[in-house]
């Protein structure tokens, strides 16, 4: 019982302690006629994040996946979503229907690792991917399991390339069959001018 008395008293301590700072960070200092600077200073963008900013802009897609028929057209648009990520909001044709997909993705120094999420309006889930780049900071290569066209939950494999500062490569496949798979997807992207 009195452990339990203890634990419940430092806990409400801990509580009174940090709304306490919270509120002081809040209030303003009389002095400056501004609110206190918070403690914690705000991340500063990597280089990492500077590159993902070089993907923003409305770009022009062409995508072929020899499993789905005839290569589709799409267009993409990629906003910038503060410092640190961007979204990219999708539209196009897959297999004959009106497709749509969203994406956020962003570069997580703790993991050291760029992570992208992907839903679109065939799949009933979401996918979150984690990857890096390569040397030439021109190939990033990202791994996460989704479903493949049978519905089971697979590895896969996303190659993004910066073939110029207007043109890009995607490629998508499930790992273990590898890219040259009919189940492959192939997107040509390229910047609209």
Known sequence: MN????????VSAAVLVCGSSFALQDKPDPAKGKPAEASMPIPKPTKEHDWLKTRVGSW????????????????????????????SDFKGQMMG????????????????????????????GISVFEGTMDASGKKLTSTGKSANMEGALVDWTNVLEVKSPDEL?????????????PSAMRIDYKRKK
């Open 169 to 181: 490569v995607f490629t998508m496949y499930e790992t273990a069959k590898g890219a040259n798979d």
């Open 60 to 87: 022009e897609a062409t995508v072929n996946c020899p499993m789905m028929g005839e290569p589709s057209k799409g267009t993409e648009t990629i906003k910038a979503f503060g410092n640190f990520s961007i979204v």
């Open 97 to 124: 229907q009106d497709f749509t997909g969203l994406s956020v993705m962003t570069y997580d120094p703790i993991r050291k690792k760029y992570v992208s999420t992907w839903c679109d309006t065939m799949y009933p």
């Open 3 to 10: 452990i339990r008395i203890g634990l419940i008293s430092t």
